[in-house]
């Protein structure tokens, strides 16, 4: 009984916070992986793209709502969810005619591109606190919970009770779904054919009669679902605050190296490695020896490696020891 017991606080606190994150992560780390790959440089302004989709998207969730639009137990943001997505996608086909257009025609360095993205980064953010301001924005609806803690020791008789958030089914199945989609895009399309002949080599492709400025347009549409999706996902998930996703910058660019910056398969692994890791590190592991160690062994402290103000230390630590000893990442991306 114990070990259940020790089992449900574990899966409460770190396998379905970890499974959710990982998601979250994974989806952000591959509209990083797909710019990498296909426009060949390191987008800094990714975190800050999340956080304008989630923001449209909250925008409209909040009309909806007073006009009274909802989809019963689930958030009303998943309504709300294409119209950020719509919006993202001009933000981000416009950035790329004004901005990132001009240097592409000048063949500048990637370095450049970065530094440009930097920019870019700056003026998303500002944008987005301008609009929504700079404080928390909660607007998730709907049942909160699949299944409560209360439910649960009910149902089961255990000291611990399991509690699963709607905004976490959402999340796994939402992104389960959007994976299969790209991959399927990715492989089985004629247009994600030429988009990944233009990232294995760019110069053959041209030869090959695939029109890069399509592939351009169709990376940044991707990114820009990807994007949104991750944003909102999140921020039903936490609470939307335009500030994390400046700092979500971290973790989704560890999750893309440690996984193989430019392979697909590698950021949604490396999503959940850091994820995981995060997680893992940050929780206090007291509840659960209590359970599974002997009465004479149960440990005083916390037994907490990290405080949870330090979790994006662990991205940091794992990102540089990926860097030294594997810049190519899990499964041979692009070395950085």
Not at 279 to 304: E, F, R
Not at 309 to 315: G, M, N, P, T
Request: aromatic share 12%.
């Amino acid at each position: 009984m114990d070990f259940l017991n020790a089992l449900v606080a574990l899966s409460n606190f770190v396998l379905i916070p970890g499974l959710a994150y990982g998601a979250q992560l994974a989806l952000g780390a591959l509209g990083v992986t797909l710019i990498y790959g296909i426009l060949r440089f390191s987008n800094f302004a990714h975190g800050d793209t999340m956080a304008f989709g989630a923001m449209c998207t909250i925008l409209v969730t909040w009309l909806f709502q007073s006009w009274g639009i909802s989809i019963g137990p689930f958030p009303t943001a998943l309504l709300a969810l294409p119209f950020g997505i719509a919006a993202t996608i001009l933000l981000l086909l416009g950035t790329d005619k004004l901005v990132y257009q001009f240097y592409r025609t000048q063949k500048a360095a990637p370095v450049i591109l970065v530094i440009v993205s930097m920019g870019v980064m700056f003026i998303m953010n500002g944008l987005v606190r301008f609009v929504i301001g700079p404080g928390d924005q909660r607007f998730a609806d709907g049942e909160r919970f699949i299944i409560s803690a209360r439910d649960f020791k009910a149902m089961t008789g255990l000291r611990e009770g399991l509690a699963i958030k709607t905004t976490q089914g959402i999340t796994v199945i939402t992104a389960v779904i959007v994976v299969a989609l790209l991959f399927y895009f990715l492989n089985r399309t004629r247009t994600g054919k030429s988009m990944r002949a233009f990232s294995d080599n760019e110069d053959l492709a041209l030869l090959s009669g695939i029109n890069p400025d399509r592939v351009v347009m169709v990376t940044w549409v991707i990114v820009a679902c990807l994007a949104t999706i991750a944003g909102v996902l999140y921020g039903l998930d936490k609470s939307f605050k335009p500030f994390t996703y400046f700092q979500l910058l971290l973790p989704i660019f560890a999750s893309a190296i440690v996984g193989g910056l430019g392979n697909p398969i590698g950021a949604i692994v490396g999503g959940f490695v850091i994820a995981f890791s995060e997680v893992t590190i940050t929780y206090a592991w007291k509840k659960v020896l209590t359970y599974v160690l002997p009465d004479n062994l149960d440990p005083s402290g916390l037994v907490q490696l990290l405080s949870t103000d330090y979790k994006f230390a662990v991205s940091f630590v794992i990102l540089i020891i990926v860097l030294l000893f594997r810049p190519t990442g899990l499964f041979k991306g692009k070395s950085v």
